[in-house]
T-cell receptor, first 110, second 116 residues
């Protein structure tokens, strides 16, 4: 089945950029997603990218997709303390069900 | 409603008991999903309902797990004879499932199940 990997932790200083990386195995995903989960809360959709795109920018968020390497990244510009959360990438390898990565815990330090 | 709602928010049960978890999807969403989030397994797909089609049950971990969706809206996930390894947060999501578009899934707050 689909395998989606992320690094577990990332620590950045407030105001710096954060880059969260994700690799996946199934190249048939039509859309690839980034979700955010704050402590004790549900999953919030941040953004998504269509598989025929290389890049998508949405305010402070930039998604880069390298289909050849099956690599997806999320860049958060000017990271704030409110960005501290767990970030999940997700792909739709088989039908509409999402396969999630392991999640990256982002810690923003003052 | 404004978003996906789930009840109860927390459920503590004894090993061997049955539990029912409820999900109210966003009005008009034809697709409904159940996922499970646990420390050891991360976020896992459980089951998917789309309109009147047969549900995709490929993620259900055992025959103790079942789900139904009545009238194309509310869904109930039932776990029979609960085990301690069933302890997790059970998340429900719904989507429009419109063809040719990103099937954006909107998640509820989850039900935290603890099996003692």
């Amino acid at each position: 089945g689909e395998d989606v990997e992320q690094s577990l932790f990332l620590s950045v200083r407030e105001g710096d950029s954060s880059v969260i990386n994700c690799t996946y195995t199934d190249s048939s995903s039509t859309y690839l997603y980034w979700y955010k989960q704050e402590p004790g809360a549900g999953l919030q959709l941040l953004t998504y990218i269509f598989s025929n795109m290389d890049m998508k920018q949405d305010q402070r968020l930039t998604v880069l997709l390298n289909k050849k390497d099956k690599h997806l990244s999320l860049r958060i510009a000017d990271t704030q303390t409110g960005d501290s959360a767990i970030y999940f990438c997700a792909v739709t390898g088989g039908g509409n069900k999402l396969t999630f990565g392991t999640g990256t815990q982002l810690k923003v330090e003052l | 409603g404004a978003g996906v709602s789930q009840s109860p928010s927390n459920k503590v049960t004894e090993k061997g008991k049955d539990v029912e978890l409820r999900c109210d999807p966003i009005s008009g969403h034809t697709a409904l999903y159940w996922y499970r989030q646990s420390l050891g397994q991360g976020l896992e797909f459980l089951i998917y309902f789309q309109g009147n089609s047969a549900p995709d049950k490929s993620g259900l971990p055992s025959d103790r797990f079942s789900a139904e969706r009545t009238g194309g809206s509310v869904s109930t996930l039932t776990i029979q004879r609960t085990q301690q390894e069933d302890s997790a947060v059970y998340l429900c999501a719904s989507s429009l499932a419109a063809s040719g578009m990103a099937d954006t899934q909107y998640f509820g707050p989850g039900t935290r199940l603890t099996v003692l």
